[in-house]
């Protein structure tokens, strides 16, 4: 098939993308100026693959996740020439996506997470309520999702001082239950609990229906509002991500944080070794006395 112009072929792609794909007109916008800036004024398809790393090497200025999305948006638009028969060759087939910094997860600090939990909540059953969900994502450091899946029977099954959790994949692992979790669930099912509406379904936090448990935008509403009162920015998984990184703090096993924050790699916990590691570098940088130049040394660092 003769291939159209190179912006027709263009124009053709993002037609597909927003008519049987779709998608977004932004994001059909932002492919479109991508694929504009590539082709430039060029007579024919470029199916070399240096005239796509010079394109992306002029653009080394802006971020790593923009430059990602340029060969992403420019691997579609080859596949779909490949596809019309516009083009033999894939010039993008073998380029490496550019690696993307990933960032640190948000965790709270020790001081602020006892302010949070030690916050006056009252004794009324929506506060005796927030205290357990605070309690359970901090203490045992569970997904949210996993929190609202909790049921009575999960609680009542528990064997001894272990929760018996699903995560992802309808994996279950056992979060063991310390004495403070334990206090404060005891105190919600013996005085709280039933007061709920829903009590009556099987939800360890019931929504107000009780056929489906409390929804994971409620469970973000109370964390937020919880932490608005002693002036922190919190969302559910910040405890969690705070439940790991005050473990690893504290020396405890990698392998074991894994297990109990339910990592199928360790891979994936190892990114809390970061978070401490990048806090060791900024207690150093702050404290020691030879870290900032000139700051009680003089200029050269010299005593």
């Given at each position: 098939m003769t291939a159209p112009a190179p912006r027709r072929a263009l124009q053709l792609w993002l037609e597909h993308l927003q008519v049987s794909r779709g998608l977004s007109a932004n994001t059909v916008a932002s492919y479109g100026r991508d694929g504009r800036d590539f082709l430039g004024n060029a007579a024919s398809l470029p199916t070399d693959r240096t005239?796509?790393?010079?394109w992306l090497t002029r653009r080394q200025d802006q971020s790593p996740r923009s430059n990602a999305r340029r060969l992403?948006?420019?691997?579609?638009?080859?596949?779909?020439?490949?596809?019309?028969?516009?083009?033999e060759a894939d010039p993008t087939a073998d380029l490496a996506t550019p690696k993307q910094p990933q960032p640190l997860p948000k965790a709270l600090s020790e001081s602020q997470m006892q302010a949070l939990l030690q916050a006056p909540l009252g004794d009324s059953h929506t506060e005796v309520r927030l205290r357990l969900i605070l309690t359970l994502l901090y203490v045992c450091g569970l997904r949210v999702s996993e929190l609202a899946s909790l049921t009575l029977h999960d609680v009542q099954q528990a064997e001894g001082p272990w929760l018996r959790v699903t995560g992802k994949g309808s994996k279950t692992r056992a979060v063991p239950l310390g004495p403070v979790v334990q206090e404060v669930?005891?105190?919600?099912?013996?005085?709280?609990?039933s007061r709920l509406k829903g009590a009556s379904g099987p939800w360890l936090l019931p929504g107000p229906g009780g056929k489906r448990p409390l929804t994971r935008v409620r469970l973000f509403q109370v964390v937020k509002e919880a932490g608005a009162r002693v002036g922190v920015?919190?969302?559910?998984?910040?405890?969690?991500?705070?439940?790991?990184?005050?473990?690893?703090?504290?020396?405890?096993?990698?392998?074991?944080?894994?297990?109990?924050l339910g990592h199928a790699s360790l891979n994936t916990t190892q990114i809390y070794t970061r978070l401490t590691t990048q806090r060791l570098k900024d207690t150093l940088e702050t404290h020691h006395p030879l870290a900032q130049t000139g700051r009680r040394f003089g200029k050269r660092g010299r005593a």
């Open positions: 005239a796509v790393e010079a992403s948006a420019l691997r579609q638009f080859y596949a779909y020439a490949r596809q019309k028969g516009w083009v669930l005891q105190a919600y099912l013996a005085h709280a609990r920015a919190v969302a559910p998984h910040h405890l969690r991500h705070t439940f790991a990184t005050h473990l690893l703090n504290h020396q405890a096993d990698l392998r074991a944080v894994q297990l109990m």
